[in-house]
């Protein structure tokens, strides 16, 4: 299925498409195209509230400047991290009785940021637009409580199902 559709049905069924995501087996070149794609889109995110700050506030660092920080943290440290994430969640089910794998863990961390990514760029239009204010924080709520309902209902079926060959 396409990216786009399983994206989709994630936002309804996210334990269904996980289960489909793992039943290809263990592909490590595509959990770190999820991430990366995830990280760009999620860099792509942040260009208007940047272009809304270097206009308020010319003094500031100059637009170029910010988006070649914002570009090295997204694609360089964020992978890093949430590599190091999806680990210490590993860790953390398998003292809870975890089934799953390092793989599997990282996958649904990986995924979940892809499946969001809709709400990652409602909430930079929303900061370029508009700017700080109520529309704002409650775009961000809704991004933070779709991110961790996806990543936990992900993660639950990473780790409750058994290992799978692949």
């Given at each position: 299925?396409?990216?786009?559709?399983?994206?989709?049905?994630?936002?309804?069924?996210?334990?269904?498409?996980?289960?489909?995501?793992?039943?290809?087996?263990?592909?490590?070149?595509?959990?770190?195209?999820?991430?990366?794609?995830?990280?760009?889109?999620?860099?792509?995110?942040?260009?208007?509230?940047?272009?809304?700050?270097?206009?308020?506030?010319?003094?500031?660092?100059?637009?170029?400047?910010?988006?070649?920080?914002i570009f090295f943290a997204m694609l360089m440290i964020w992978p890093i991290l949430l590599y190091a994430l999806g680990g210490l969640t590993h860790l953390i089910a398998l003292a809870l009785g975890g089934k799953g794998s390092w793989y599997s863990a990282r996958l649904a961390l990986f995924w979940s940021l892809l499946a969001t990514t809709p709400a990652w760029l409602l909430h930079g239009l929303v900061s370029g637009m508009i700017g700080p204010g109520a529309a704002q924080v409650l775009v961000g709520a809704g991004l933070l409580l779709a991110l961790l309902t996806i990543w936990g209902l992900t993660f639950f079926e990473a780790e409750t199902a058994p290992e799978r060959k692949g």
């Amino acid at each position: 299925m396409a990216i786009t559709t399983d994206i989709v049905h994630s936002w309804c069924r996210p334990r269904h498409v996980m289960r489909r995501l793992l039943d290809h087996g263990r592909r490590e070149d595509r959990a770190l195209s999820y991430l990366l794609v995830a990280c760009l889109l999620i860099y792509a995110a942040q260009w208007p509230r940047l272009q809304r700050e270097a206009v308020l506030n010319p003094g500031d660092a100059p637009l170029e400047a910010q988006l070649a920080i914002i570009f090295f943290a997204m694609l360089m440290i964020w992978p890093i991290l949430l590599y190091a994430l999806g680990g210490l969640t590993h860790l953390i089910a398998l003292a809870l009785g975890g089934k799953g794998s390092w793989y599997s863990a990282r996958l649904a961390l990986f995924w979940s940021l892809l499946a969001t990514t809709p709400a990652w760029l409602l909430h930079g239009l929303v900061s370029g637009m508009i700017g700080p204010g109520a529309a704002q924080v409650l775009v961000g709520a809704g991004l933070l409580l779709a991110l961790l309902t996806i990543w936990g209902l992900t993660f639950f079926e990473a780790e409750t199902a058994p290992e799978r060959k692949g």
